[in-house]
């Protein structure tokens, strides 16, 4: 009991200090880092070394063949090791017209600040960073081993993250890890613990060197027709994903892991089908199959498709080339490089050998253990802090490099922080309310209290 | 014997004017006539009216819901009436940094004129005008009646001919009609007794008011699938159409049509493959086979695919709209409105009711018989001038608006005229050699003296 005592204090600390916290956001966020156009890179990475050390961490910049990365260490009371992720870049602010304040002014605006990396991702470093601030300054030491990774290419798929990693196990060995964010959150906390996989292919066919004029329609092959018929054939109109041995590697769920999908709360589609103008649910299923559609099902999507002529009007060509993107997100434990394998076999076996399927990009599914220590040890912050269980995806949505920790470093994670629907991340106007940034310090000091405990 | 006497007359004086020809054809090349721009029309339409009226014809400047229509009619020595039809619009001249000589200075470059319209369609109707005046001078008279139409929106599709020819017939009949060019060939004369129709539709599918963030390819629908699946129905791999009630309305070739199918010469594949980098013949047919299959055979062509993404590398999302244009060629007797109605139930039956079918354009197929006069007066000037029969393309393989004289005004036509396959015409450095000019003069003029012979 003495120490939660002692943890309220910390977090008393934090409340006392939320104006100096909301003033170091305004400081990370008056700096721009935008990865897409390098802008204020170097400066950023500067910066966020800066911070690290200012709050007590022996920090080192880390060249790359992109953007430097930022780590730091910082021993505690108990000897085991708890792994922070962050990055400091951020998305592009255009269209600049459509924000209210500007992007990197960070003006405080009804109780949040208004700026690129509000929320996404420096609010989550700030609020980290004050958590460390209120043990430092409370107890004279955080409660375990904290490291700090904070890359600047999350948000163009950190090419050099992998390699990184790879090349730097010692140095960012621990027994659990925080991830950047969950940018969904309610009431209550919720964490992802891993990361659906992406394997982008691009399929080109070229059946010309020209566009022929459309009165050949008759004796020349078309590339978009050629394209439609390969496509057709790799998911039917029943959405079942035809391409051989694309399912083979997918893992069952575990119990428990079944357990937290049965437990998440289902999509509200009937609201969605109202703001979105859908046609209804899609194969008609209902709210709890399509959340857990959603889950644990990888897609094979097209996410675009261009051939011949696409302006407005009538223009009269036998298209010559076609090129269509497909995304294939993925689950634990399809392969990228396997899944592109099996397109070509897909491609080949049917006569489309002439169709070209390239790897644009590519993550690994991954996902923690539910009973991994990280995981209780949030699931024992939330009940302090919130007096309720946290809502856990036990696999994640998005396509985050997550699955670099687990796969190559093998720590399990949770990603959580101080992101909300309302956030608007990647939008203009992205914002975070003053009291979620205090708040989201909090959760981190909890989370580090518990974990160190366990 | 006499009268083939006078016209080598008339031949001879065709040559001797010949630098007063090129000089008429450099000045119709030298006001410009866009009429997708609207550049240059109402100043073209005067001249042309005016060109018709020197050369002797009483004309009259029609206003339409477009552009300006030019008539003219010239009494002749028989009682029978020949309509001739060309068009005084242009194709832009774009990109102008292509032309060796700017497009509308109309220079004589190496014997031949280089001019935007010198082939298409200012050449033909010089050609034309030079023959009627030959044969005035010569003779005092023409071989028959004459009439002229001269147009000036054939180059966006025509689209105020169809209502000026349905509320103007008794000006415009005739027993029998040259068309405005044939833009192929070799060392003899082609004519094209037709015209393909076009049935062009856009599908278009939307399945939300946005694109979604890819992460979510599993639980939406997506329109770039749909549309997909949707044309797969239509034509399958082996180009097989499979809307129902596509072909019903074809009408079997005669046997003259037959005959003069199997004289066509076969289009050399291996040739074109090597040229635009084909992967081989379209399903593996012969050459004479594809080239019946281009003269008889529809279509039913994807002329341009828009869906998602587009761009370079990797963008994703699962697209919420995606758009096909699809562009039929029709043959005799199949209807636009028709196979419009047939993809419309086509597409309700397979559960596409949510693809909306649009026809941007369509114009309907149509031919000539191939033993009428007309036909038989180009037969007789083919050998008269050049001691050959000449080849007959009896359906055409453009999609030309002949079917609105064919149909609304019951009048055979063959299309004939300057065009070479070298003419560049609606490219860079279109082009008409003096030679050509000349020779295209004595053409005309070979055909009306064996029209009003018949």
């Not at 916290?21 to 721009?32: D, F, H, K, S, W």
């Not at 780590?71 to 085991?80: D, I, N, Q, W």
């Not at 396997?338 to 996902?367: M, N, Q, W, Y």
């Not at 009940?383 to 995806?393: A, C, H, M, S, T």
Request: hydrophobic content about 40%.
């Amino acid at each position: 009991m003495s120490q939660k005592a002692e943890l309220n204090d910390v977090l008393a600390y934090i409340d006392r200090k939320a104006e100096k916290t909301v003033a170091g956001l305004q400081e990370l966020c008056r700096q721009p880092s935008v990865s897409t156009t390098h802008t204020g890179i170097e400066e950023m990475a500067a910066l966020v070394k800066r911070r690290l050390e200012e709050t007590g961490f022996q920090a080192t910049l880390h060249r790359t063949p992109g953007h430097p990365i930022v780590t730091g260490f910082l021993p505690g009371k108990a000897k085991k090791t708890l792994l922070f992720y962050n990055h400091y870049d951020v998305q592009p602010a255009e269209p600049l017209s459509e924000w209210a304040s500007p992007p990197f002014e960070a003006r405080v605006v009804d109780g949040a600040v208004i700026a690129r990396g509000s929320t996404d991702n420096k609010g989550n470093i700030v609020s980290r960073l004050a958590a460390f601030e209120a043990f430092l300054a409370v107890r004279g030491e955080l409660p375990c081993d904290v490291k700090y990774i904070i890359e600047g290419e999350e948000e163009v798929g950190s090419p050099s993250l992998e390699s990184f990693v790879l090349a730097n196990k010692p140095l960012l060995a621990a027994e659990g890890c925080v991830w950047e964010d969950n940018t969904t959150r309610e009431d209550i906390p919720i964490l992802a613990l891993g990361n659906k996989g992406l394997c982008y292919l691009e399929l080109a066919c070229r059946t010309a060197n020209v566009d022929f004029h459309s009165s050949n329609g008759q004796i020349y092959e078309n590339a978009a027709w050629r394209l439609v018929w390969a496509l057709s054939t790799m998911k039917d109109e029943k959405e079942n994903i035809k391409v051989e041995g694309f399912f083979d590697d997918i893992r069952p769920l575990s119990p428990k892991e079944e357990g937290l999908v049965d437990k998440m709360k289902p999509y509200n589609f009937a609201g969605r089908a109202r703001k979105f103008e859908l046609r209804g649910n899609l194969l008609g299923l209902s709210d709890r199959e399509l959340t857990r559609r959603h889950l644990t099902a990888p897609s094979f999507n097209i996410a675009g498709f261009d051939a011949g002529y696409t302006g407005e009007g009538v223009k009269t060509i036998v298209s010559g080339r076609a090129r269509a993107k497909v995304d294939c997100r993925l689950v634990v434990d399809q392969d990228p490089e396997k899944i592109l394998a099996c397109v070509r076999r897909h491609l080949d076996r049917r006569g489309f050998t002439d169709i070209e399927a390239r790897l644009l990009f590519r993550s690994l599914p991954a996902k923690s253990d539910p009973d991994a220590g990280i995981v209780r040890a949030c699931e024992a912050a939330s009940r302090r802090l919130y007096g309720v269980d946290p809502i856990i995806n036990p696999f994640g949505n998005g396509s985050t490099p997550t699955w670099i920790v687990l796969r190559h470093l093998g720590i399990p994670l949770a990603s959580t922080g101080v992101g909300r629907i309302t956030s608007r991340t990647h939008s203009a106007n992205e914002n975070l309310k003053v009291a979620d940034l205090i708040d989201g310090a909090k959760w981190m000091a909890a989370i580090a209290e518990e974990f160190a405990s366990l």
